[in-house]
């Protein structure tokens, strides 16, 4: 009897397992989403950048340009996680997949395109140290702060990040599937309200020092932990969220 349950429960992990490829491959089928337009947005964006710092460089400025343009496509999977909830679930729920293995394997998905580009990430900072700035001193991917971990450090920053990012957009039309766009605005507003209250309150005890001293004293290693925390907890939200979503 045990060595059948047993049997049974192997069965029905691997198939499991199984259907939860099947959810990564049902999003990768839409190659825009999660390959494509990353690509297109951060090989843009860092075109873009390299055109601005040799503009600067021709005009005579010295000392190194820095950019916060790598950004650009980790604040589009908040749209990648949008995307994917809305495009797949309820061709998901056709297919009969439950909602436990349609949500691992969209973040199994993100996973994956977040770590690809997380890679690249960490390509262009090596190249940019190798060639000092493309020659002209000008860094895209490459932030002292956030590499003083190493190239290691900085590729989990970045993927963290990203992660968070994505299942903020997954979570969120959850919320706008679930409740609707009326309840959706108003947490969102609630939201900027809740970051501009704490915005103010520091300014009016003039401690922006002693926040920026922290920021500095945790290092971008610790902020990565304290992104992969919230990234656990705002997963395990969103989840929750998705099991009580009607089809």
Not at 10 to 39: A, D
Not at 155 to 183: C, D, E, N, P, S
């Amino acid at each position: 009897m045990t060595a059948t349950t047993e049997a049974l429960g192997n069965q029905h992990s691997t198939r499991s397992k199984s259907r939860i490829l099947g959810v990564v491959r049902l999003h990768f089928m839409n190659t825009q989403t999660f390959v494509w337009v990353p690509v297109i947005v951060l090989s843009g964006v860092w075109l873009i950048t390299l055109l601005i710092y040799w503009i600067i460089a021709a005009s005579g400025v010295e000392g190194p340009m820095y950019s916060g343009g790598s950004q650009a496509p980790l604040w589009y999977f908040a749209v990648v996680g949008a995307q994917a909830m809305n495009l797949t679930f309820y061709f998901s729920q056709a297919m009969s997949l439950t909602r436990r293995e349609f949500y691992l394997g969209s973040l199994t998905a993100a996973g994956i395109s977040a770590a690809a580009i997380s890679t690249v990430f960490v390509l262009l900072g090596l190249i940019e140290q190798a060639t000092e700035g493309y020659g002209i001193n000008g860094f895209f991917a490459y932030l002292p702060w956030v590499w003083e971990g190493g190239p290691f450090a900085a590729g989990l920053t970045y993927f963290a990040l990203t992660m968070l990012v994505f299942i903020l957009g997954f979570w969120f039309a959850i919320v706008h599937k679930r409740f609707g766009a009326l309840i959706l605005t108003t947490a969102l507003l609630v939201i900027a309200l809740v970051l501009l209250s704490g915005a103010a309150l520091i300014s009016l005890n003039g401690a922006w020092l002693e926040v920026w001293m922290w920021v500095l004293e945790t290092q971008s290693m610790g902020l990565t932990l304290w992104a992969l925390g919230l990234g656990v907890v705002f997963a395990a939200g969103s989840y929750l969220t998705l099991r009580r979503l009607t089809v």
